[in-house]
């Protein structure tokens, strides 16, 4: 499910885990998507993020997938959608 909807909205995705905390704490996402593939240390700041604010978090199994989703020929960990 995650990866189409990143697929349809990507110009409203922030990729990666350093701009998917900056764009929540700028208040700017909806929703978050996370890889359970990918390691917990990388993860762990934007879902503890999310949870405190408020914004549901998806999973979904494979980076490279998710990585895919958004046009990009390596993993992403973490994404977000822009409101």
Partial sequence: MSYEKVAQD???AVIGTKQTIKA???GE??????AED???RVT????RLA???GIPI???DSMKQLGKACGIDVG????AIRK
Avoid at 29 to 34: A, F, N, T
Avoid at 44 to 47: F, G, I
């Fill in 24 to 26: 929540i704490k700028n």
């Fill in 76 to 79: 992403a960990a973490t994404v």
């Fill in 29 to 34: 996402i909806e929703e978050v998507i996370v």
């Fill in 44 to 47: 762990e700041k934007v879902v």
């Fill in 38 to 40: 990918a390691e917990r």
């Fill in 51 to 53: 949870k405190e604010t």
């Fill in 58 to 60: 998806s999973h979904v």
């Fill in 10 to 12: 990507k110009s409203r």
